[in-house]
Each structure stands twice: as structure tokens, then as C-alpha cells.
């Protein structure tokens, strides 16, 4: 109990620096979204992963999903995009509404879809081909082909990942050469490249090194006035320094949700309390 207490009080320590000196998002309401989820279950091999989750996720604010391992966090963010299609034995049922359309919906188009979702895994998966043909790969499976409209396509989109100044004399290089927090950098300007509405982050930051870590959080505060981002996310701290709104999930089951600022300093819950402690991760 003395461990726990002690976790407590320097996390209530570590908060209070840290609300102090974040970027403070605006409060949300239901108007602010663009997805909706509602009675969304998830099973896998007959086991039920998510149960009858019921959400608002905002537009232009950075989203993070907290949680501990084995909760359901990655599996939701799979379900937003419909990754999940890929894994063996899935069944879904329930809604997410992105933009007025059921992505569950009979009739839904994938690649429609997953063009609207911006993804990072939790590794860079750059592909095996040239930095430049790397960002320019999803515009042309999406019908732009001319190379004045992709030579800007590229410069813009390696500009807004942070990328273009090391990489403006080298684009015709094997993306394999690039370090793997370039390489990151790299997967981001793709999924910018076609214009997505949302960019999702499936614990985008934990194979790279701190300074690499920080360049990409510093780039979801910038993206965020121009797409919604929704990260999973293992460190707490990391959501402390980015999140404007957080879900914590267990066990499948939504537990809190709410802005950053009530979630972290005024927990409702106290399953929430006790992992915020530190009581178990």
C-alpha cells in the first residue's frame, strides 16, 4: 500500500507540472465530431474483446486511448479503421458513423474508408521503395499521376512531417536508409499524402528513441488543427503532455471518458483512480 500511495503522490505531482505546461484543448461537444460509436462489440475466436462501447471521438483534438495491456485498446482503434477485417475469426456488429456514413454499413467501400484514416503502427513500415514513392504511393493508387501535382504532393507532405530538409537531396534513395525515427516521419507524410481526416497511432511513439518520440508528438500538436488524431498509447505521461480528451478502457468495457484535464486531475471512476496510481499497468 505504501508503493501505491507513493506512485499516487508522484503522479499527482507529475500532472500538476504537466497540465501547467500543455496545450490545453477546448471543451467538446457531440458537434465537434466527425466519429460516432454506438453498441460497438468485437469478438475474436469467440472471445468477446469490446463490449457494447458507446463513444464521441472530437475532430481537431488529440484523443488518447489509456488503458492496461490486453484491455482492448489496439483492438478499438483496428475496429475505427476496419483493420480488424484482417484478423481471423473477428465478428463486429454495432456502428461507427465517420462523417454521416456506417463504416460498417453494407454497401461501405474500404478503400473510401481507410483513405480517411491515417494510420502509424507501433513499428515504421515504410515500403521498399523510394522516399519519394513512399509518400507518393497512395496518391497514385488514388488516380494522381502527374508528376508536377506529385512533385508537390511530396515536398508539402515531407514538410509537414518535419521531413523534407533531410531528405529534400536524397529522394530517390531507398526509404531503408533513413533512420527509424525518419522512418516514422516518413510513414506519417504518407498517410498525410492522401488526405485523410483522421491520423490514428497504434502506440506510434514506443520503438523509437526519446528525442525521435518528441518529434513526433510535437508534430500530432501541430497536426491536430487540421485532423483529428486518435493514439493508443501505454505511456501516461505521454498522454499528460499531448492529450486534449482520454478513454480509459478495461477489460473491453469503457470506464472514463472525458477531457484531459478532468480525467487526469479529477477522476470519476475508481478503476480509473487506482490505474492512474499505478496500482496495476
Known sequence: MENTNNNASFFNTVINHQMQNRPVGDSMNDNDSNIQISHLNVSINNNHILKDINLVIPDNKITCIIGPSGCGKSTLLKSINRLID???????????????????????ELTHIRKKMGLLSQRPTP???????????GCRIHGI?????????????LRNADLWDEVKDRLHNSASSLSVGQQQRLCLARGLAVEPRFILGDESTSALDPISSRNIENLFLRLKDKYGIVLVTHTLRQALRIADHVIFIYLGEIIEVGSAEEVFKNPQHELTKQYLSGAFS
Open 86 to 108: 484482417d484478423v481471423d475469426n473477428s465478428v463486429v456488429t454495432g456502428e461507427i458513423i465517420l462523417e454521416g456514413e456506417n463504416i460498417y454499413g453494407k454497401n461501405t
Open 127 to 137: 515500403l521498399p521503395m523510394s522516399i519519394y514513392d513512399n509518400v507518393a504511393f
Open 145 to 157: 499521376h502527374g508528376r508536377k501535382k506529385l512533385n508537390a504532393i511530396v515536398e508539402e507532405n
